[in-house]
Structures are given as structure tokens and as C-alpha cells.
């Protein structure tokens, strides 16, 4: 999915540091994009705020994601 059309919940409870998500960066770089991001029918996010900075961190234009309802 385009990373663009990826919104995050505002409400997400859990904050990364800009450390934390270089390092989730480092290992999407070195392991690769190894688990989606869970989206809801709206696009977004359930599960995985860390991974879409990441994504975004490293210019990435598209994403896995899997959508739940």
C-alpha cells in the first residue's frame, strides 16, 4: 500500500523516539519489511506506528500492510 494513504491513530498511546524508530529503520534496512502493518478498513493503523515512521524515515513509497476489520 502507499505509505501515504496510511494514517495513524491519533490517539496511539505508544511514542517512539526518533532513536527508537532509526533503529526499526536499521532493520527494515538489514532484515527488510518482515511484518505488515495492521490497518483497519480506514487505513489506520492498529499495530505498527513504529513501522510506518520507519518507512517514512527511509523515503519508502510503499509498505506492507494487512487490513482487518
Same mark, same amino acid.
Given at each position: 500500500?502507499?505509505? &501515504?494513504?496510511i @494514517?495513524p491513530?491519533?490517539? !496511539?498511546a505508544?511514542?517512539?523516539?526518533?532513536?527508537?524508530?532509526?533503529? *526499526?529503520a &536499521?532493520?527494515? @534496512?538489514?532484515?527488510?519489511? !518482515?511484518?505488515p502493518?495492521?490497518?483497519?478498513?480506514?487505513?489506520?493503523? *492498529?499495530?505498527?506506528?513504529?513501522?510506518?515512521?520507519a518507512?517514512k524515515l527511509l523515503?519508502?513509497?510503499?509498505?506492507?500492510?494487512?487490513?482487518?476489520d
Amino acid at each position: 500500500m502507499k505509505i &501515504n494513504e496510511i @494514517k495513524p491513530y491519533e490517539k !496511539n498511546a505508544k511514542k517512539h523516539s526518533k532513536k527508537q524508530v532509526q533503529q *526499526i529503520a &536499521n532493520s527494515i @534496512k538489514e532484515f527488510g519489511f !518482515n511484518q505488515p502493518i495492521v490497518i483497519d478498513n480506514n487505513n489506520v493503523v *492498529i499495530v505498527g506506528h513504529g513501522r510506518l515512521e520507519a518507512g517514512k524515515l527511509l523515503g519508502l513509497q510503499d509498505v506492507p500492510v494487512l487490513k482487518v476489520d
